[in-house]
């Protein structure tokens, strides 16, 4: 009996990615909604049929997302369904044991392996394939580098398929994927692709603008005035290049500090270099949620910084800038200032659903606390709408991933036509494919960007709508995951047309 059943009609594009994958171990890189799990179903079906005796392992990120590939295997594989196993934290390590004897198809969380590997109750020897979804996060710690280099060093014959939907934008995360995956080729398809643009839908782009409101604009002066004090300091005592307020920056000078400060550096001018990093990192952060989200939103941050017994945010407040933008939040606070995306949200939304009735709209937000409220005024516009959010953090509210299923159910069944949500919408959770999705703010990473784009137009003609803030980092986002994901892609072309470079270390890749 043939491994796979009739009910499969992989698409051409996705054949000839399984037959290039099934020779070498390979990276695929395919818009969100493109197939990625059906290629790694056809590789998986080709390793089984060359070796017979031999078991496929499914790695991928959360529970949600193992439990769709489970569901892949079962609905298109002669397999029987005791034979595909789903393993998580939550099987008790003891019953895993029998379960790996048992499984013909493993489909795990990759800290469940990791933590079996460790403690010797699962052996990679007779494995044909391991397959890493999301594969982008195969960097620095992750769980993934290590279960992949056990693998290599156990399995009789190894393949290993990683699958992403961006890697990311630098050739040091591509090449660190790469050498942590033992990759030796790329496959990489865009919409653009002559074997791919028949089945892709067209996906409108608009940008919608808004001006940052004139009561925000002496508090965010304040607050530059604080920054560039910090910005100046750390430039003039060379622990930076540049005045700009550049995050990545600050963020590496303060790895640096804090690594030189614990090695035995603990001179004055490092202490000060560690305070000054701090507070220009959450500066930064509150001129970004003043630009982006609005006075409220500024001010519950710079209250629970207040509230705060570090020596950092106790210096901070010291500041009377500060202390005075607190004052000018609390008076705006109360006179109900609010940024303008939120109205402009509620407009756009009735604006689609006026000319659309029966359409599916997604809501992309960073924050919960801006989902909470754009979902309350949508429900007070008379708008049936609802949230998936990640779980619950300490107190703050959170959804169980019973409950997201439940939502995310009840918004492919039509109960309501309007779903917000956080990064937890972004990443391989099966989302039906919808009419339009609005970014209430931008990001600067072309993964969550390729991500939340490919959730439209998967059936149907789709339209993207980008709110954006002039002036602020809303637009230097924007214009940035654009460039970036332009590089990625042309890095990625030049790898499948040339091959991956070998790691430079003892072991020979596979």
């Known amino acids: 009996m043939p491994l796979l059943n009739e009910s499969l009609q992989p698409r051409d594009y996705q054949k000839h990615i399984a037959e290039s994958a099934s020779q070498k171990n390979t990276l695929v890189v395919l818009p969100t909604g493109m197939g990625k799990t059906l290629i790694s179903l056809m590789v998986a079906a080709k390793r089984l049929e060359k070796f017979p005796e031999s078991k496929i392992m499914i790695l991928s990120p ?23 196993i789903l393993l998580t934290g939550k099987v008790r390590p003891e019953d895993r044991v029998g379960l790996y004897k048992r499984a013909k198809i493993i489909i795990a969380t990759p800290q469940t392996i990791e933590n079996d590997l460790e403690n010797n109750k699962i ?10 979804d999301e594969a982008h996060r195969t ?9 992949a280099k056990k693998y290599r060093m156990q399995s009789k014959y190894p393949q290993i398929l990683g699958l992403t939907a961006s890697p990311g934008a630098t050739q040091e995360k591509i090449q660190e994927i790469c050498d942590n995956l033992f990759i030796k080729g790329v496959e990489i398809r865009s919409e653009s692709d002559s074997d791919v643009e028949s089945y892709v839908q067209p996906v409108e782009t608009e940008t919608i603008y808004v001006e940052v409101p004139e009561e925000f604009k002496k508090i965010k002066a304040l607050l530059e005035e604080v920054l560039k004090d910090d910005l100046y300091w750390l430039k003039d005592h060379h622990y930076t290049f540049s005045y700009k307020p550049i995050k990545k920056m600050l963020l590496d000078t303060q790895r640096k500090i804090i690594a030189s400060y614990m090695r035995g550096s603990k001179n004055y001018a490092a202490f000060w270099a560690m305070m000054r990093t701090a507070d220009a990192i959450k500066l930064m952060h509150a001129i970004e949620l003043l630009e982006t989200q609005g006075v409220k939103f500024l001010y519950e941050f710079l209250k629970r910084i207040e509230k705060s017994k570090k020596r950092t945010d106790i210096r901070l407040f010291k500041d009377p800038r500060i202390r005075e933008t607190v004052k000018l939040c609390e008076d705006l606070s109360i006179s109900d200032i609010e940024h303008p995306k939120l109205r402009k949200t509620v407009e756009v939304v009735k604006k689609l659903l006026g000319g659309k009735p029966d359409s599916k709209i997604i809501i992309f937000a960073n924050y919960r606390a801006a989902v909470e409220k754009i979902n309350k005024m949508l429900t007070e516009a008379g708008i049936n709408s609802d949230v998936l959010i990640g779980q619950a953090i300490k107190e703050g509210r959170g959804l169980t991933q019973q409950q997201q299923v439940d939502v995310l159910n009840r918004f492919k069944g039509g109960e309501f036509p309007v779903l917000l949500g956080t990064q937890v919408i972004e990443e391989g959770i099966d989302v039906p494919s919808i009419d339009y999705a609005i970014f209430y703010e931008s990001v600067p990473s072309e993964i969550r960007n390729i991500q939340r784009r490919g959730r439209v137009g998967r059936q149907s003609i789709g339209k993207v709508i980008f709110l954006i803030t002039k002036g602020t980092r809303d637009e230097v986002y924007y214009y940035s995951s654009i460039r970036k994901e332009k590089k990625m892609k042309g890095m990625l072309y030049k790898m499948k047309d040339k091959g991956v470079k070998k790691k430079n270390n003892l072991l020979d890749w596979v």
């Open 123 to 132: 052996d990679l020897g007779d494995f044909s394939l391991v397959v890493f």
């Open 139 to 147: 960097v620095k710690e992750y769980s993934y580098s290590y279960v």
């Open 62 to 84: 959360t529970r949600p997302l193992s439990a769709q590939h489970q569901k892949t295997f079962e609905d298109f594989t002669n397999v029987p369904k005791d034979e595909i």
